[in-house]
């Protein structure tokens, strides 16, 4: 018979095959006990880890995509305030350039317009000691007509001026142009055109002359007020400032016989000359253009400043076009920019709703991790059920 030794007092006794088989039944149940629920609190812990992991993974997950949208943001923030900051002061560049080229061209004119009282001025001056001059050489050329009156009718008016200028064109003018007038698509012509100009090409003057004879058969009987209207018009259409007429019609008229008699009350800029005084017109007219030459070339750069002002206005508008379309291109980007943004905010937000539903699918697992029991693992499982009914029966009899 087979004896056992009790674990308290070492003292060895007999026992039955049959205690012996139940004996073994009860430590083998223990011990399938003692197996399951090391492996159902394993299986807690690896649950937990399992939990803890997933969380920390979650939040990581959460912080990193928060930062990286914070940092796009601030970044798009940062374009647009660049934007806005660099349209303002091209603005600015700009209305300080006009307003300094607005300045500039009033400080130009007022300086100009002293410029010119004193020019003004100092040409009164001039022009009145030149007048006092040319009284005293009509003077003499009307004693020079009486000596001269009887070489006329031996030679053409025209061809007397002509070799009356000629005699001075290399020493008094010697860049003038003087030539007979043999233009006629307008239907009349003068008879010689004098024209000056200064080496940048500014006209100094231009005469339009019309020569009449008191031997010419076209001007028998007639008067020197019968070819004003005609000069006139030909002084238009050739685009000469003045027109002269050189005659010697009314031989006995006090008016025409006491030098140069100025027509200008019945058309512009109009003289009528005896032969005598020629050149004497040509040199006054030219001197008096000469003191308004400068007036001219003012008029002339103050023209050229006018077009570099309106291009500049021009540049300046197309430069507020361009620009007013890269802004209109930089809002678009930026509302593009917003769209994405939100898009993102929308991503993100669906994203945690995934993660809430993880984390109740987590949660619901872990409360049917705590539900589980013995006798729930073992319901419909006759077997097990008859090897607990066994284990706790044998722990209500047998002492320990």
């Keep these: 018979m087979p004896e056992i030794n009790c674990p308290h007092c070492g003292r060895a006794f007999p026992i039955d095959a049959a205690s012996y088989a ?44 928060a930062a990286k949208q914070a940092l796009e943001i601030e970044r798009l923030t940062a374009e647009v305030r660049a934007a806005a900051t660099e349209r303002q ?11 300094k080229q607005r300045d500039a061209l009033e400080r130009d004119l007022e300086a100009k317009a002293n410029e010119q009282k004193l020019l003004k001025s100092s040409l009164q001056e ?25 070489k006329m009718l031996g030679e053409t008016l025209e061809l007397h001026c002509e070799n009356s200028f000629n005699q001075i064109r290399a020493t008094a003018f010697p860049t003038a142009y003087f030539e007979k007038d043999n233009d006629a698509r307008t239907g009349s012509k003068g008879d010689y055109i004098f024209r000056e100009t200064d080496a940048a090409g500014t006209e100094i003057v231009s005469i339009m ?32 400032e003045y027109a002269v007429l050189v005659s010697l019609l009314e031989p006995d008229s006090d008016l025409y016989n006491g030098g140069i008699v100025d027509v200008s009350h019945r058309f512009p800029k109009m003289f009528v000359v005896r032969p005598q005084a020629f050149i004497p017109i040509i040199t006054l007219l030219r001197n008096a253009a000469m003191g308004a030459l400068a007036y001219k070339q003012e008029l002339a750069l103050v023209r050229a400043q006018s077009v570099d002002v309106t291009n500049f206005e021009r540049d300046l508008e197309a430069f507020k076009s361009a620009f007013g379309k890269n802004y209109d291109l930089a809002a678009r980007r930026f509302q593009t920019a917003i769209d994405e943004i939100d898009k993102s905010i929308d991503h993100l937000q669906k994203t945690k709703e995934a993660l809430l539903g993880s984390e109740r699918n987590l949660r619901l697992a872990n409360d049917k991790a705590q539900d589980v029991t013995i ?3 073992t319901r419909g499982n006759a077997t097990m059920q008859t090897k607990f009914a066994e284990l706790e029966a044998g722990t209500n009899t047998v002492a320990p």
């Design 22 to 65: 139940d004996i073994v039944s009860q430590v083998r149940t223990k011990e399938f006990d003692a197996a399951l629920q090391e492996r159902l609190h394993l299986a807690e812990q690896d649950k937990r880890t399992a939990v803890e992991l997933a969380e920390a993974k979650i939040a990581n997950s959460l912080k990193d995509e």
């Design 89 to 99: 002061l091209a603005v600015t560049t700009a209305v300080i350039a006009v307003e």
């Design 126 to 150: 001039a022009h009145a000691a030149e007048v006092k001059a040319k009284d005293e050489q009509i003077a003499y050329y009307k004693d020079f007509k009486a000596k001269q009156s009887t």
């Design 209 to 240: 002359f019309e020569m009449k004879n008191e031997a010419d058969a076209t001007a028998t009987k007639k008067k020197n007020e019968d070819f004003l209207r005609e000069l006139d018009k030909d002084r238009n259409e050739k685009g000469c």
């Design 375 to 377: 006798k729930k693992l």
